[in-house]
């Protein structure tokens, strides 16, 4: 057992769960904190214990979920929950993020991490509270939605203050887009990792505690806070993001129109301005908004409320309507009915899908239509055609369910466009298996290299920059990338080392916990690494300093690409991304005739390899660099393998 | 006689939860709202938020700003003055 002592920053402990043995165990955290905590933790635990030939979803399989030793703490967005798994759709490492306030609420509850294995042998759900565990009959919850869920644990719990992560019906039909939903709308959507919960039928888990985090130096820590405070108060990009959500910010072309998008399945990048209009951001305000809403400690409450009117007078509250849902749903669709968009957003959330997979595969099951490979009688009587707002609400359904085509799509778009064939493989939009529903991937460069080349299989949350959009004073790009280039969207220079740093220093920021949006990926005025070794230190006591921080971010992001390399087989031909981008221009808009060249995105690859000390013929990794980082055992695994250069 | 107090104004609430854990920093110099004055209370059928101010508020007598109003970022909370009984 744990000892009662208890560190600053951390909660102390970590929860080991077996559901097929029906135990919990307790232990302390202390010996895994090199990696810091949240998604570093995770992945050094998922890396350590996954057998490398295990399906995601056998009883094996492992689901570590973390908060770091910022998240419950007052710094600004410190409301983060990593999620690691093994993904269902890449085989390789998923690291899903959520905020909200679970993440919090499970340091109140004594805990910085739970790991899961095994395999429960009816629903169950885990019950946390106050430095204890319990695994609870969830017979009653299977079958229900998020929304349901969430309330009936509070009512069994009696405590309407409980926080709960659950999956609805697609994790329990164990969909390749079933994502874990927290607060009822906060989502880790990545990697199908809904359906391992569901693979291990676990329904739930639910938090709740009144144990307060130690601060090693109270003083310190809550003046650097307001201080950061008023700085992101100060950044026109908070400013743009508390005003206008990630919707106003980001989506349907941006706060100008112009940004390119996906549009049909990614055929184009181009959504023209009177399609795009019945989708701004102001047309939801103003018809249905009702306030916003935030994460714990979030100054900036990106995310709006919404009330829409539904039937018998009875009115729906919609939340976690962002940019990725107006793109996937909308302009990747061709769907401009606002309605349907916010409908479409809730019956995500109650089903516990992940908006950008099924936006995906959808897409590409229009497209199969528009192409005569899906017909009618495959669709039982839906027309799938662009605009069709109706087919892709049922198609929700469908696939969260596995009913009719939605039991082909509820296995990837990889997967699906396999099964169907004849040609439908290539306009399947992913990356390594993972599905994409992206914007400016044909004309911001560096953009693209950072959503291929990700490790959670796409996505442009790791090493994707905004700097191509934010741009930068020339001599801090020079010092920083070597080039000024790296700031110029057509450009192909500086690109590489630019998605190297980010990947290091997102890996550092999902492990303390906080929320990008208080970073400088969007604004290179608020918070760096150099802050953040400030805010650890006060916190913690723990004295890191900024480079040895991206060091151990470094560490991290090569745990996932040896996961990567052992599990799933990837290689360097995984981080070029689908030939639609290289092949189909930009059709028109400011960036008409943008595509992504071959050989230079080639080249662009090779300058990433080289930031990163990895091998430019297989992509793998080298000794020198596993070396450098100190990573012994994952050069060793490696090696075994024979996937070592 | 006058005397300052903690003056909410709910709608602008965003629910963040910063002022409650501010509150009980402040009196314990640990993360802990749950030794809070402040508490948020959402409503979830209507999507809002209520903010409850205890009896127990000091209004951070030794702080030029209280805790909760200097952590506030939406402006949810303000100082103001009561009629004390």
């Given amino acids: ?645 | 006689m006058l005397r300052e107090t903690i003056v909410s104004h709910a709608s602008l609430c965003t629910g963040c939860r910063a002022c409650e854990v501010a509150c009980g920093f402040r009196r314990t110099m640990k993360m802990d709202p749950f030794r809070s004055s402040v508490e948020i209370e959402k409503d979830e059928a209507e999507g809002k938020f209520h903010i409850h101010v205890q009896e127990s508020c000091d209004v951070c007598q030794d702080l030029e700003v209280p805790a909760c109003i200097q952590i506030c970022q939406v402006r949810a909370l303000s100082l103001g003055r009561k009629f004390a009984q």
């Fill in chain 1, 1 to 645: 057992m744990v000892e009662e002592k208890q560190s600053s920053g951390w909660a102390g402990r970590l929860l080991r769960v077996n559901l097929t043995e029906m135990r919990c165990e307790i232990e302390p955290i202390d010996p895994y904190l090199s990696f810091l905590g949240g998604r570093g933790l995770s992945d050094w635990i998922l890396f350590e214990e996954s057998p490398h030939d295990i399906q995601p979803t056998d009883p094996q399989s492992v689901i570590a979920l973390g908060a770091g030793p910022l998240v419950g703490m007052l710094a600004p967005g410190a409301s983060r929950l990593n999620v690691s798994t093994k993904s269902v759709l890449t085989h390789g490492i998923s690291t899903a993020n959520v905020g909200g306030h679970f993440g919090a609420e499970l340091k109140y509850a004594g805990f910085d991490q739970i790991v899961i294995q095994g395999k429960a042998s009816y629903p169950m759900f885990l019950w946390v509270h106050n430095g204890r565990a319990e695994i609870r009959s969830a017979r009653g919850l299977w079958g229900k939605t998020t929304w349901e869920t969430e309330e009936a644990i509070r009512k069994e719990l009696q405590d309407e203050k409980v926080r709960v992560a659950c999956i609805g019906p697609a994790g329990e039909n164990l969909c390749a887009q079933a994502c874990l939903i927290a607060d009822k709308a906060r989502a880790a959507g990545w990697g199908g990792c809904g359906a391992v919960f569901g693979s291990k039928n676990l329904k739930a888990i639910a938090v709740r505690g009144t144990m307060p985090v130690k601060v090693f130096n109270p003083e310190a820590f809550w003046s650097y806070t307001i201080k950061l405070q008023e700085r992101i108060s100060r950044s026109r990009a908070a400013q743009i993001l508390h005003r206008y959500g990630t919707h106003g910010a980001y989506g349907v072309g941006g706060p100008f129109g112009s940004t390119p998008q996906g549009v049909r399945n990614h055929q184009d990048e181009y959504w023209p301005a009177e399609k795009g209009m019945h989708l701004r951001e102001i047309v939801f305000r103003e018809k249905w908004e009702i306030g916003r809403t935030a994460c714990f400690s979030c100054p900036i409450s990106c995310t709006h409320l919404y009330k829409l009117p539904v039937k018998d007078g009875r009115s729906l509250i919609v939340e976690g309507v962002h940019t990725n849902t107006v793109r996937g749903l909308g302009s990747n669709l061709d769907i401009t009915d606002p309605e349907a968009i916010l409908l479409g957003q809730a019956l995500i959330n109650q089903l516990g899908l992940n908006t950008d997979g099924v936006a995906s595969v959808i897409g590409w099951a229009f497209e199969a239509y528009e192409r005569g490979l899906l017909t009618l009688e495959d669709t039982d009587g839906l027309e799938l055609s662009w605009g069709n707002a109706q087919a892709m609400l049922a198609l929700l359904e469908q696939i969260a369910y596995r009913k009719g085509l939605g039991d082909l799509l509820a296995r990837g778009v990889k997967e699906a466009s396999r099964i169907l064939g004849r040609g439908s493989e290539a306009f399947a939009m992913h990356t390594k298996g993972q599905e994409m529903n992206e914007q400016t991937v044909r004309s911001h460069k560096g953009w693209a290299l950072g959503i291929f080349t990700s490790t959670r299989g796409s996505g442009h949350l790791n090493g994707a920059s905004l700097i191509e959009r934010l741009g930068m004073e020339p001599e801090r790009a020079k010092a920083l990338f070597g080039t000024e280039e790296v700031a110029r969207p057509e450009s192909y220079e500086g690109k590489g080392k630019a998605t190297a740093w980010f990947e290091s220093f997102k890996s550092v920021v999902d492990s303390l916990g906080i929320c990008y949006y208080m970073t400088l990926w969007i604004d290179l005025e608020l918070i760096g690494l150099e802050d953040m070794a400030v805010l650890l230190e006060s916190a913690t006591g723990k004295t890191i300093e900024a480079q040895e921080l991206l060091t151990i971010g470094e560490r991290i992001y090569n745990i996932e690409k040896a996961f990567n390399t052992l599990h799933a087989g990837l290689t360097r031909k995984d981080d070029v991304g689908p030939k639609r981008f290289y092949e189909t221009p930009i059709s028109a808009g400011p960036f008409a005739g943008a595509s992504l060249d071959l050989q230079k995105y080639n080249n662009m690859l090779d300058e990433y390899y080289l930031a990163h000390g990895w091998d430019l013929a297989s992509g793998w990794q080298t000794s020198s660099c596993l070396d450098r980082l100190g990573l012994k055992e994952v050069k060793e695994r490696l090696a075994q393998a024979g996937k070592l250069k």
